[in-house]
């Protein structure tokens, strides 16, 4: 049984460091470059797999150079690619310029490549979560809907306001936001105002805030956690981690404070890294890091 199936988005990423972001008409030169498949749901699946759980991807890939590369990132990872679609539609690819203060700009293109229909997968393999991310608004509507039906924990990765996160946001189980999505989603700047208002949609929400932390609001209680200190290479991906960490808790039945403490600390570990992908920890590092922060 799978542990985490992931559906969404994949990309694949081209990543460089910059001294600064350039500006009008500047040319400028990349400090490091890396290369490497992307995509909030195809990290958080990979993340799990890091993690020790067994991860699978549900989404679309093309049948191009990127595409071939994403596929052969996931075989080597471990994650379960049976509910992949693949097709002569581009594969979408995002340029990413990471910033010295951690911070990043991404641009992504997606060309004319459609959202998948919402019979486009059958599942077979029944997992005990799935992790949404809303980028293919069609198929994860249907599938959010099936898997409650069949009593399958879902989490929606709500990084950003559009059609997939604005309709899963009063169907999951768990609404993971950021701040923007929960800013955008409530029409307001207060965040406290804006949980207490998410939570009227679903009885477990998290807004993270970066480097701010995060709060909360689980069964009727609420809270905040603050995030962990770290040497800031790269942002990119640090959601993606979060999520694909909170979903594997999740699965393993972990209590509600070392479920936020597990996502929040894999999260910050991919932070520490250049790339989203590159960044994702590993069992061993998270268990190291967590060791040394309760020391």
């Known amino acids: 049984m799978l542990d985490v199936l992931c559906v969404g988005h994949a990309s694949y990423d081209i990543s460089m460091a910059l001294s600064h972001h350039p500006d009008p008409d500047e040319k ?3 400090d490091a470059m890396q290369l490497a498949g992307g995509g909030p749901a195809a990290n958080a699946a990979v993340c799990v797999s890091r993690l ?3 991860a699978g991807f549900c989404g679309y890939l093309g049948n191009d150079l990127f595409g071939e590369a994403h596929v052969r990132e996931f075989r080597a990872e471990g994650v379960d690619i049976s509910n992949l679609v693949r097709g002569a539609d581009a594969t979408p690819v995002s340029q990413i310029l990471a910033k010295p203060d951690g911070r990043r ?3 992504n293109y997606k060309g004319d490549t459609p959202f998948l229909g919402p019979d ?6 029944y997992p005990k979560v799935m992790l949404f991310d809303g980028h293919e608004p069609l198929l994860s509507l249907s599938l959010c809907r099936w898997a409650k039906e ?4 879902t989490v929606l990765d709500a990084g950003s306001l559009h059609q997939g996160t604005r309709e899963l946001t009063t169907e999951v189980d768990y609404l993971v936001a950021s701040e923007t999505f929960a800013r955008h989603y409530c029409e307001t700047h207060d965040l406290t105002i804006a949980l207490h208002r998410l939570s009227k949609h679903c009885e477990h929400v998290v807004i993270t805030q970066g480097d701010a932390g995060l709060i909360w609001s689980s069964n009727g209680e609420s809270g905040e956690m603050n995030a962990f200190n770290v040497d800031v290479v790269d942002s990119t991906g640090a959601g993606d981690a979060f999520h694909g960490a909170f979903a594997l808790a999740l699965a393993r039945d972990m209590v509600w404070s070392e479920l936020l403490r597990f996502a929040s600390a894999a999260g910050a570990l991919t932070c520490t890294r250049l790339g989203a992908r590159c960044g994702l920890p590993c069992h061993g590092a998270m268990y190291d890091f967590l060791e040394a922060v309760h020391a």
């Open 28 to 30: 400028s030169f990349a």
């Open 52 to 54: 020790g759980g067994v």
């Open 105 to 107: 700009s991404v641009v």
């Open 120 to 125: 486009a997968v059958s599942i077979s393999q």
């Open 150 to 153: 069949q009593g399958i924990i």
